[in-house]
């Protein structure tokens, strides 16, 4: 529903006119999803938030019901430190560590909001388009055998109120974190540009729009050649300052053209500058002012012909290679080798593999571009994690959220290679911290109150596609066809003990089959053999309830599927403590009797320290790479000083689906 209104006073005719469009859009069929509508806000629209066109939408509300409601502040859910990774993390002391967030970043921003005000010198997102479809990706396993899985899902049932909405939420926030000379840079393409571009000029104010980048993300060939309407292979990029006029922080982006040379090895078309030593082209004054053209003389970049025009010179540039290059300033046509689409780019690059996923060039440019050197890059739809592997190689420091675990995982194990790659530096920030929600505090975060578990209970059981029976004993809380289903709401893990109690309840109440939901797990769960876990005579199933479900407003649809058997044996022998990864795979998605039982792991390590609580930092790590698909079984890392031996040791696990364990293994001693 598009609609006019304005805060001037407008003339009863007119008035009358925009009351029969709102009539109209009042009859109209109610299962069409309501549009966002424009209105003109007043001002005087030259700069600053509050001036030119905005948008509405059925529920927009205030920008203040984003930090509150009407009780007071929202719960905020908070996040915990669970991963300290990199090069040497343990030895690590800097100030500032880098930071991957796993979670929804509506809450990510409300988490950093406060500590990171006015700190951020750049914040790149590639959000959802609006597209209505879930984007596919094929995982392959150690073993080379594909899982289809879901990266992310773009899909806004609630019509495109929904998706403008969100994006208006996170945007008010991110604002928010930007540095007085910071900038902000949109990806989007032609379903949400105009959106996008309304929303931002209602934020930021339109005086603050400084650029529309067009990026030809393909050639246009195949589908896009043969359809109905001329290919369309461009992406925009927009760009906003936070204050208006604001100097980019970083260097302005070129491009280079190699100078062919005549036969003496002279660039042609040039001519030589004996002051300056060095080649240069020429190009008529064009609008240069008056006191334009003096400053450039001054420079040295002036040549008058002998007819008494003005032309300005334009150096060439001596590569490394011994080749002449012309600079050229670049446009907002971004069509050039630096930026080519992600099928021309490396290996390397393309064997990450996930839906949407951005060229190193881009962001390269973008990076460079819009941050200074040591500047801070803030990525909060981060995918793949190509923000911050460029950001990490420019010596940026840099943030980044994603609710999606299949994200996360390809964005930690892209760093953890960067870190490699670099180890030994002094120059760039080596380590990374990971944080998930805090499990103690996710559900009074989600929950109105924040202490009611039925409503948390009810959305779980509705997901998992199980029905509430609110008779049954106060540990059986639904039906799934004919098997009894327990959802934990306690901030801790599962633990066995109560698996055990729930299954034996299930037996009195006549079920042969038990489901047991929850978010942790008691370690020694992890430990179930292939057979499962039977009780009473009753079969258990163990089932981690995805982030999506835990969280409402999580767009991320990944899968259920039961809790790993995970098999690790640890045992010291001569000052060093040897960890033996023997199996790790779970029903439903890799049979456990596969060739390879390591085939389902995408990265695990060893913390020798074993202290629970702390963030897990690995002494020793095996991940896959696409040039070794497969990890290490086994490894060795210094035991603990003879006066105090260490009793157990913690083993984190990640699946290639991006959910990741943490272990807590008793040192077995002779």
Known sequence: MFCMRSHHRVPRSERAAFDTIDDMADTSDSR??????????????????????????????????????????????????????????????????????????????????????GAVDLIY?????????????????????????????????????????????RLHLMRGLLKPSGCLFLHCDWRSSAVMRLILDEIFGPACFRNEIVWRRAPNLGRQAASNQLGRVAESILVYSARPGTRFAGVAPTRSQVVPEDANGRPR????????????????????????????????????????????????????????????????????PDVRPLRHCSREELAVGYATQKPEG????????????????????????????????????????????????????RLLAEAEKVEGATDIVRTFDVFHPD???????????????????????????????????????????DDAVHVSVAPGRLEASTVETAARAAARAGFQG???????????????????????????????????????????????????HIDVVARADAGRIRVDLRRCSWRGLHANDAPDPLAAVEWWGIDRLGIDGGPFTPAWQSRRTWRCPRVE??????????????????????????????????????
């Open 32 to 117: 069409v999803p309501k549009r966002p509508a424009v209105r003109r806000r007043g001002g005087s629209g030259t700069g600053g938030r509050g001036s030119g066109l905005e948008l509405t939408w059925p529920g927009k509300g205030d920008p203040a019901a984003i930090l509150s409601t009407g009780d007071g502040p929202v719960a905020r859910t908070a996040f915990r430190c669970i991963e300290r990774l990199g090069c040497d993390a343990a030895a690590d002391r800097a100030s500032w560590r880098d930071r991957l967030f796993h979670g929804d970043n509506l809450d990510v921003l409300r988490f950093i909001g406060a500590e990171l005000a």
């Open 125 to 169: 997102i590639d959000p959802p388009f609006d597209i209505g479809l879930d984007f596919g990706v094929r995982v392959p396993m150690g073993d080379g055998t594909p899982i289809e899985t879901t990266a992310y899902s773009d899909r806004w049932t609630a019509g495109a109120g929904s998706h403008a909405h969100m994006m208006w939420e």
């Open 269 to 336: 078309g040039t001519q030589w500058d004996d002051e300056r030593k060095g080649y240069f082209t020429t190009a008529p004054r064009g609008d240069y002012t008056d006191e334009s053209v003096a400053r450039l003389r001054a420079q040295g970049r002036i040549h008058d012909t002998a007819s008494g025009n003005v032309y300005v010179k334009y150096f060439l540039r001596k590569g490394d290679d011994g080749r002449w290059y012309k600079d050229h300033p670049v446009d907002t046509i971004w069509d050039d």
């Open 362 to 413: 881009l962001l390269r440019r973008i990076i460079s571009w819009g941050s200074p050197p040591g500047g801070l890059v803030a990525d909060l739809f981060c995918g793949s994690g190509t923000t911050g592997v460029v950001a990490a190689k420019l010596g940026r420091r840099w943030i980044m959220a994603d609710a999606s675990p299949l994200a996360i995982r390809i964005a930690r194990s």
């Open 439 to 481: 499990p103690g505090r996710v559900h009074a975060a989600t929950e109105p109150g924040g202490n009611d578990a039925t409503p948390h209970r009810r959305r779980v059981l509705e997901a998992f596609g199980a029905c509430v029976r609110d008779s049954l004993d106060p540990l059986l809380h639904g039906v799934l066809v």
């Open 514 to 564: 038990l489901h047991c939901l929850a978010d942790r797990f008691d370690p020694a769960l992890h430990r179930i053999g292939p057979a499962g876990l039977a009780i009473g005579g009753v079969s258990v199933r163990l089932v981690p309830i995805p982030w999506h479900v835990l969280h409402a407003r999580c767009a991320d649809r990944s899968p259920w599927s039961e809790l790993p």
């Open 633 to 670: 079984s086994s490894a060795g890392v210094p035991d603990a000083e003879a006066s105090e031996p260490a009793t157990t040791v913690r083993v984190g696990v990640m699946d290639v689906l991006g959910r990741l364990w943490h272990l807590e293994v008793a040192v077995e001693r002779a």
